[in-house]
């Protein structure tokens, strides 16, 4: 496989990590919200429910760190080639 090809792949899972990424991310953020917001009554009349609260937290805080994780070794794998192709 050529560099670019693997540039483009590498573009092509960066996308796939977004998406991926998206849905635990407004779970973090829905959480958080329902724990420490100051309006009194959560978004939605689940996020009353503490333990669901914790349960969104729980599931996808993991996600949200492997999605990191992943896309630090995809953008040091595409730097890397960029940098041999560049020499």
Do not use: Y
Not at 40 to 52: A, V
Not at 54 to 69: E, H, T
Not at 74 to 83: D, F, G, H
């Amino acid at each position: 496989m050529s560099s670019e090809q693997r540039i483009k792949e590498i573009e092509k899972e960066f996308t796939k990590l977004g998406f991926i990424d998206a849905v635990p991310t407004i779970m973090i953020g829905l959480g958080l919200h329902a724990k420490f917001g100051k309006g009194g009554e959560p978004i939605f009349e689940f996020l009353k429910n503490d333990s669901i609260v914790n349960g969104m937290l729980l599931v996808a805080a993991p996600v949200v760190l492997w999605c990191m994780f992943k896309a630090i070794q995809l953008a040091t794998e595409r730097k890397r080639i960029e940098k041999n192709t560049n020499s």
